[in-house]
């Protein structure tokens, strides 16, 4: 990441004071590995564009075979240049970038697929916006598959909110890749300075009831700080 402060500032002393209190902007934020981030915003999540190839440091459930197909063995999230990479109906193939996130959004039995990464949010949010994009393909019978984005404590053991649940229609497209934006900023700031996770499960009710497929991209939880921010300046003579 780069940051570029604001110029300097020369003030002097308040009244009767060896000092000054002093409001400056926000720094101006960056990131340099190919995440664009708006002035003052700072980017959470690592690798959300999946373009080093891996799913590292998301974690997955690693459900089924890496190469499984529909109807025969079921598929988990994996990294590919393709959207045939579903294992299933194809999503569409990753845009700006050489590599997306795939899944079968089909299974055998009730199962659910799900990927996590760690967190740290710092203080004094004022901001939190998720953000991602996704394409899928359905064409299947019964109860609605589901998509959900949670964020739950460090260990994965209390579940804290729910910041998106979907149910994928029956038979549907969503014509390439959709953009998505959440505020979230209500739920991160009442975890300020705590480390938490956040994690993309996607829920399968019945076994076999008809082909899908799903891409996801372009993860950002994009926060900006300092609420409040002003600095005591002390003059030294």
Request: charged share 10%; aromatic share 8%.
């Amino acid at each position: 990441p780069q940051v570029a402060c604001p110029s300097n500032i020369n003030v002097t002393n308040d009244p009767g004071l060896c000092g000054a209190v002093v409001t400056f902007p926000l720094p101006t934020v960056t990131d340099n590995a190919g995440l664009p981030t708006d002035d003052g915003f700072v980017n959470l999540l690592t690798n959300g564009t999946f373009e080093t190839g891996s799913i590292l440091p998301w974690v997955s459930t690693t459900i089924g075979s890496p190469s499984g197909t529909c109807p025969s063995s079921p598929r988990d999230f994996n990294v590919s240049s393709s959207g045939s990479s579903t294992g299933c109906s194809p999503a569409a193939n990753p845009i700006g970038g050489t590599y997306a996130l795939y899944n079968m959004l089909d299974g055998n039995t009730a199962l659910t697929y799900r990927i996590y990464q760690s967190i740290s949010v710092p203080a004094n949010v004022d901001v939190a916006n998720l953000a991602w994009r996704e394409s899928w393909r359905t064409s299947y019978n019964g109860s609605s598959r589901t998509m959900r984005i949670d964020l739950y404590n460090s260990t994965g053991t209390t579940h804290i909110a729910t910041l998106h649940n979907y149910a994928f229609p029956s038979i549907s497209s969503s014509n390439g890749w959709q953009s998505k934006t959440l505020d979230i900023t209500s739920a991160v700031q009442a975890h300020e300075g705590e480390d938490l996770r956040l994690v993309v499960s996607v829920s399968i009710p019945s076994s076999w009831t008809g082909p899908a497929g799903l891409g996801l991209d372009n993860f950002e939880l994009n926060v900006r700080g300092g609420r409040n921010l002003i600095a005591s300046i002390k003059r030294i003579y």
